[in-house]
């Protein structure tokens, strides 16, 4: 297999999983499925610490089968196996461009945006950056109320990462 094949691979695993990861996330902001935190090891035997949420598969169908498990269970699993992932059928064609690849994953699957929920807060300049827009868009949206739930930090508007996220979940159900 050739080192082009090879990126190729990684480039299409890698967004496999990321859309996996930010499936998981959006489900568990709107409350269908639990917090990683809320759920147990289901190896059991005296684990101890936060749990992480697995997938066996990353394909498009699976984003929301995740199994809870320790760091030393998910570690194992992954010693031992090889997750699943889809078939794409253009890894084989050395002549597509790599740019020309990664467009056509993001027509195939919905491309995230950086996760700010993981954040905590972020500042008015951030918001901005990760919505692509002014920082006087935001200040507008702001005063006639519809940007995310902000708060004061001393003199320094912020925004909770998890209420931005939120809202983006919001405003993209108000567009349909």
Known sequence: MSTHHDRRVYLVRRHLQ???R???LL???DGRMPRAGEMSCEVGHGCKGSTNRHHDSYAPEHHLDVRPLCARHHAEWHNNNE???PEVEFFDHPQIHESYLVSQIEMIYETPRDTVAS???ITEAELAKHLSVSRSLIRK???IGNAPPWFLDGRTVKYRGRDVEAW?????H???
């Open 119 to 121: 954040r905590g807060s």
């Open 174 to 176: 108000e567009r349909r």
């Open 141 to 143: 949206l702001r005063s």
């Open 18 to 20: 990321d859309q996996c």
């Open 22 to 24: 930010r499936a998981v």
């Open 27 to 29: 489900a568990t902001l």
């Open 83 to 85: 997750p699943h992932y």
């Open 168 to 172: 983006e979940i919001e405003q993209a």
